[in-house]
């Protein structure tokens, strides 16, 4: 083992909430010291790993931009690789890159109350090595998905097939699918992103869907942003877009809340006018479920629907029979013929990266946390987790959360207090923490944090709501206690 060295603030995770935690901590708490540990060898998170033809964002980059450096690409919905050079050049502005400490995957964390700190261990892929490091407060931005493995459900009678099969969280350097018949399993947002993308090579790009999801078409730059641009620098522009796109977002979401039916037609007609006439939208477009009960697919200037009236790609809903040799059988009796098969079938969650939590030498179970403000965790002091909206941008969450780390920080030292622990709710019951019904997130609720039933344990998915909360909001309420070092946690994980 390497010696232990120590900083106040330690950030798991380099992606765009980690480098967004550490400016947040430059720009407010300047004289706090902090590291970053990083599991990989680079910077950038989800947008460095995935690297499937045509990948990009969903959201705006006004609104999964940091609150305090303007995306100024005039391209609102964009590219992985400009997501990447985004955050990396954050991270070279703020003096972040020089605090990151790579191939240190976080494996376990050790909250010790006699002393106030935390004894965080991290295996070194490069060396082998464990290290150890102390630290007062552990931020972790560690994403929300394993990143080893992508999620495939069981494909029946795979092994017979003679074609290539890829996942998109893994990416062959090598492969080339010009000329190449291709079948996209899946009808979520990588799903929608990669067809039209293959299909600009492809002999013909399939996607193949068990049932069908919202598809909304956004246009991939911004008018309104286009248009200030012209008469404000980027600095003025930069927020009234955002608000703007924050405002519309959350229109969309509450309107798609209290008018289903409503918002269900709208998106129906959206998707009829821009297919060929006399396509089938009820059964490749219009899902049973309600708008927004899973997150809602943008291709950006109708990408999707392009690729389908050209006859480039097709949608198939169906069940899967069996692999053969050739391609996939379908229960209906149809055949799917293909060289390449692409399983967008989703990810894997994984809360923390993986890493285990201890107080007082006993290990957290999350299921019995409770999540406080959507950032910490009932019984664990001196801890805040990034998970960003469902509804919304990831980072605009991000970016309140390491807003409020700071404040709770600034106010530790102002009280001369060390330790900030949230208390369950006393009562009433309680929720899964992600309202999302999408396999992905009902394969993992079980062992997640939960959420209460008012603030300050639940989680309203409102940024405007949030923003009041936790820009503005107490510090101190019901449901946290300050203290110094002493005495051991006692439970506070609700019976
Ligand atoms: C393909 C795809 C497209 C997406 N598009 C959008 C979108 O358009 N809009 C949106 O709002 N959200 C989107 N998301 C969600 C997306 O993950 C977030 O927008 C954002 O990238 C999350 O950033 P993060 O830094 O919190 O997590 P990540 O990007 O996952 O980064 C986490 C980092 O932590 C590191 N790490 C994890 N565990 C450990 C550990 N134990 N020790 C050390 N380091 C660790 C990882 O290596 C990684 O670098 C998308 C997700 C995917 C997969």
Redesign the pocket.
């Known amino acids: 083992m390497a010696t232990t060295d120590h900083v106040d603030v330690l950030i798991?995770?380099?992606?765009?909430?980690?480098?967004g935690a550490a400016c947040h901590l430059i720009r407010n708490c300047p004289e706090k010291t902090y590291a970053v540990?990083?599991?990989?060898g680079t910077?950038?998170?989800?947008?460095?790993?995935?690297r499937y033809p045509g990948?990009?964002?969903?959201?705006d980059m006004f609104t999964?931009g940091y609150s305090f450096k303007p995306w100024t690409n005039p391209k609102a919905i964009a590219d992985g690789d400009a997501i990447r050079s985004y955050v990396r050049e954050t991270a070279r502005e703020y003096g972040v890159t020089d605090h990151i400490r790579f191939h240190?995957?976080?494996?376990r964390a050790d909250w010790d109350s006699a002393t106030a700190r935390w004894t965080v261990t991290?295996h070194r892929a490069d060396s082998g090595e464990d290290v150890t490091l102390t630290c007062d407060f552990l931020f972790t931005?560690?994403?929300?998905?394993r990143?080893d493995e992508g999620y495939t459900p069981p494909l029946p009678g795979v092994e017979r097939f003679a074609g290539r099969i890829v996942h998109?969280q893994h990416w062959p350097e090598d492969l080339d699918h010009s000329g190449a018949r291709v079948v996209v399993i899946g009808s979520g947002?990588?799903a929608v992103t990669l067809v039209p993308a293959m299909a600009e090579q492809a002999d013909h790009v399939t996607m193949l869907q068990r049932s069908p999801t919202y598809v909304m078409a956004l246009p991939s730059r911004d008018v309104v942003a286009d248009a200030l641009r012209r008469v404000l620098p980027e600095k003025a522009v930069y927020p009234v877009v955002r608000w703007k796109n924050v405002l519309l977002a959350t229109a969309n979401f509450q309107l798609s809340r209290r008018a289903p039916a409503v918002v269900k037609r709208l998106l129906r007609r959206a998707a009829r006018g821009r297919l060929p006439v006399g396509y089938d939208v009820d059964r490749h477009f219009s899902p049973r479920y309600d708008p927004w009960d899973q997150r809602l697919c943008v291709v950006p200037d109708g990408d999707l629907f392009t690729a389908i009236t050209r006859g480039r790609a097709s949608i198939v809903t169906d069940t899967i029979d069996t692999f053969t040799e050739t391609g996939i059988r379908l229960r209906s009796g149809a055949e799917l013929e293909a060289d390449v098969v692409v399983t967008a079938t989703g990810?894997n969650l994984l809360a923390?990266?993986?890493?285990t939590l201890h107080v007082d030498g006993t290990e957290v179970d999350l299921a019995d946390t409770v999540a406080y403000k959507g950032m910490m965790l009932s019984g664990v002091p001196n801890f805040a987790m990034?998970i960003?909206?469902t509804n919304?941008?990831?980072?605009l969450k991000?970016d309140l959360v390491a807003t409020y780390v700071c404040r709770l920080l600034r106010h530790l030292d102002r009280a001369g207090q060390q330790i900030v622990t949230p208390l369950p709710p006393p009562g009433g019951e309680l929720h899964p923490i992600i309202d999302l019904s999408a396999g992905y997130v009902l394969r993992s609720l079980d062992a997640l944090p939960k959420q209460g039933a008012r603030a300050p344990w639940r989680l309203h998915q409102n940024y405007t709501r949030d923003v009041l909360l936790m820009r503005h909001g107490r510090l101190t309420d019901e449901g946290v206690r300050f203290s110094r070092a002493g005495a051991p946690e006692r439970s506070t994980v609700r019976a």
Do not use: K, N, Q
């Open positions: 798991v995770g380099a992606g765009l909430s980690g480098v540990l990083e599991a990989r910077i950038g998170g989800t947008w460095d790993l995935f990948v990009r964002s969903d959201s999964l240190h995957r976080v494996v991290a931005c560690s994403g929300y998905y990143y998109p947002a990588t990810l923390f990266g993986g890493m990034t960003g909206y919304a941008s990831w980072t991000a």
